[in-house]
Nanobody, 122 residues
Framework: VQLIESGGGLVQAGGSLRLSCAAS????????MAWFRQAPGKERDFVGLITWGGGTTDYADSVKGRFTISKDNAKNTVYLQMNSLKPEDTAIYYC????????????????WGQGTQVTVSS
């Protein structure tokens, strides 16, 4: 399984970015795809997830109403649309995958991308 994130960058507070996670290596029908983020000196935190089959989503309270996760089955790609960005959203954002079970703990995910940097200036 390979996960490749893209779309990070520098944006001003209040702006938007869309991250992409391209997945390959197997069929992902029964997988859960998640986004995590890690700021310098902090733990890797859950951002949100989507179930590949049913499209069920779950979000951390800190991003609910601002971030949206979606998927494109034909492209095997998951997206993280981030609106109303705040300086505290600055972090490296990681895509992760696991087989079945939408959970928020990073240690329970089996596959990870390399991460993409998001920097929000005030």
């Amino acid at each position: 399984v390979q996960l490749i994130e893209s779309g990070g960058g520098l944006v001003q507070a209040g702006g938007s970015l869309r991250l992409s996670c391209a997945a390959s290596g197997r069929t992902f029908t029964n997988f859960v795809m998640a986004w995590f983020r890690q700021a310098p000196g902090k733990e890797r935190d859950f951002v949100g997830l989507i179930t590949w089959g049913g499209g069920t989503t779950d979000y951390a309270d800190s991003v609910k109403g601002r971030f949206t996760i979606s998927k494109d089955n034909a492209k095997n790609t998951v997206y993280l649309q981030m609106n109303s960005l705040k300086p505290e959203d600055t972090a490296i954002y990681y895509c992760a995958a696991r087989l079945r079970g939408g959970v928020r703990k990073a240690e329970l995910y089996d596959y990870w991308g390399q991460g993409t940097q998001v920097t929000v200036s005030s």
